[in-house]
């Protein structure tokens, strides 16, 4: 896959994270994570402006799309501060995994 094709995917997925993040589903996953997190940044410990961090994405090529936010094991998802959250999304580039 062209990294184009990639990017354009990336966008995709994030155009449509922002609006499952208002589900449901969404809001009861964050609160696991954030529990097993014990509310606080896994980077520096804030407690300020938490949010769930992908470590990985899943693209099903079967299904043609990317998996819901919610449909991630556990072990792939960290509490951020919203800070320490973007300066991670400026230095890497989250993998995508295809399925
Ligand atoms: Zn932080
Ligand atoms: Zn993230």
Redesign the pocket.
């Known amino acids: 896959m062209s990294s184009l094709r990639q990017k354009q995917l990336v966008k995709k997925a994030h155009g449509t994270y922002g609006v499952l993040l208002f589900t449901l589903e969404w809001k009861e996953k964050r609160k696991e994570i954030l529990k097993r997190d014990k509310h606080?940044?896994?980077?520096?410990?804030?407690t300020?402006k938490l949010q769930i961090h992908h470590r990985q994405y899943h693209y099903s090529l079967t299904l043609r799309k990317f998996k819901k936010p919610w449909e991630y094991p556990n072990k792939l998802m960290i509490t951020?501060?919203?800070?320490?959250?973007q300066s991670g999304h400026n230095k890497f580039k989250v993998p995508i995994k295809y399925i």
């Open positions: 606080v940044c896994r980077v520096c410990s804030s300020e951020l501060c919203e800070k320490c959250h």
